[in-house]
């Protein structure tokens, strides 16, 4: 892959091979690059431009390249079950139902440029009623909310003393799916109807 990279970069104008890496560690880190973010926007140029090069390096880790170009992002989702990040279960839950809602909403018209938009408390509620258990603490969920927005599923609009509210973004779409969302369903029906637990494994995403 080194001397890919520096075929790559002597083929670019615009970047060096430093360049390159920066982009790789950033759609590596986040997940999803965005154009519509400004922080991200040259490492998601980087990577448009040059999309046989980084669908090659992630290929080689086990990964898929995804460009979206109506709604500007592009990333990476898994290909095997050990290339992905282990989610704990709250996390899973959380987004899973994130997905649930968002698939409503575009069902329902209310999508705005791919996004949806749901009030943190909503999310929460649905959590307790879809579950049939006591939701996780504020600061527990502010928690998992704050990683799906690194990782480019949702953006969150924060609001002193209140839950944020959440846009939920067609990335969504790719690291859920059928299986997960009814293995969510297996677990709904097979959920205690009190406790507060909120370890072990989930999906991978």
Request: hydrophobic content about 40%; charged content about 30%.
């Amino acid at each position: 892959m080194l001397s890919d990279l520096k075929r790559a970069a002597r083929r670019s104008d615009e970047y060096d091979d430093s360049d390159f890496r920066c982009a790789a560690a950033e759609l590596m880190r986040r997940q999803f690059l965005w154009f519509s973010e400004p922080q991200q926007r040259r490492y998601y140029r980087i990577v448009v431009r040059h999309l046989n090069y980084f669908n090659a390096l992630v290929d080689a880790l086990g990964w898929r390249l995804c460009h979206d170009e109506q709604f500007g992002f592009v990333g990476i989702v898994p290909e095997s079950d050990t290339a992905g990040q282990r989610l704990r279960l709250d996390e899973t839950a959380v987004l899973i139902i994130a997905r649930l809602i968002y698939e409503e909403g575009v069902e329902a018209c209310q999508a705005e440029h791919g996004c949806v938009w749901v009030d943190g408390a909503e999310l929460v509620s649905r959590y307790e009623t879809l579950l049939r258990r006591s939701p996780p603490r504020k600061t527990r969920i502010v928690e998992i909310l704050s990683l799906f927005k690194r990782h480019g599923l949702f953006r969150l609009q924060e609001i002193d003393g209140e839950m944020p509210r959440i846009a939920l973004l067609p990335t969504l779409r790719l690291v859920t799916n059928e299986r997960s969302v009814s293995q969510l369903e297996a677990f709904i029906r097979s959920a205690p109807q009190a406790g507060t637990e909120t370890g072990g494994e989930g999906e991978t995403s």
